[in-house]
């Protein structure tokens, strides 16, 4: 793959390629002279800006704690938290260590071409599971919770993330473990998936529902200001609330639709579907939603003692040299 990227939490020193703000605390990568040869500040001193540049290019006006103003290059600073973390918040150093894309356990495909309303215009949408090495996850770099490859659109999530997301409803994530293009599955990923229906709880109404009634009051806003809405997001809406009726009425993800829902959702997507007529779907999907939770065998909370012990065993299988 080409394109990689970990997406780990942001610090301080992701200041990327912008200017430090003023008020920023610096280290100086240079010795501060005086006139006469003198090291009035070592490599290392640490000052404040007081003066940044619109760009790189330009100096930067750093003051020390005595007093003492001085101009430097971009390159001549670095920020106080950058300096004191070191090589441990160098991202390109943890890839150079670890190829963490050989650590996949699961991969699906998931979006338009699951759901069986791919078009000559849809993209392989790839999500799946990293786990990462023991040492690794036990190390000072810690873990990042996601890797992508927009190349390929690719992404996966971190074990302990993925199984996070899942336990809170997540749509995206119920939909990879029962998705029905499954590409990789190791003997522990089948065990997750093996499992699956742990993770589905009341939780999907709160999830699911509240998700579309706040994109919709934002299209309906989009609607009075601009006269137009993407009705590729508004079909996959309908189809997500849709879904969630499902899972609270049979117990499971319902990800491939059949071809007479798919043909109204198309309709949708190609414009074809008045405004008002989705309307009266939503409002009669979530009048549906709503009958679906009174009724359903769904637990109120999903089983998490059950997660725990699967992300406990993975954890332990972790310290094997091969993929588990």
Known sequence: MSDKEI????????LGNFPFPVGTRVVVLVDVL????????????VGVVVSAPLDLQ?????????????????RELTTLAKFQVGDFGNVAA?????????RVIFQCVIGSQAYGLADDQSDVDRRGIYLPPADLHWSLYGTPEQLECHETQESYWELQKFIN????????????????????????????????DKFLSRLVYQTYNGYVMSQFKKMQADIRNQGQVKWKHVMHLIRLLWSGVQVLR????????????????????HGQMPWSETERWRKTLHVEFEQALAQTTLPERPDYAAANEFLIRARRAALKDELP
């Open 34 to 45: 005086a006139q006469n040869g003198r090291i009035l500040h070592p490599r290392g001193a």
């Open 58 to 74: 330009h100096a930067y006006r750093v003051r020390f704690p005595d007093g003492v103003e001085e101009s430097f290059q971009s």
């Open 7 to 14: 997406l780990a939490p942001q610090t301080d020193a992701s």
């Open 250 to 269: 049979e117990g499971w993800v319902p990800v491939r639709v059949d071809p007479s829902l798919g043909e109204r959702l198309l309709a949708i997507k």
């Open 165 to 196: 997301l899942a336990l809170k409803a997540n749509p995206n994530v119920l939909e990879c473990l029962y998705s029905p293009l499954v590409e990789t599955a190791t003997p522990l990923a089948q065990e997750l998936l093996a499992m699956r």
């Open 94 to 102: 943890l890839l150079a260590r670890h190829d963490l894309f050989q």
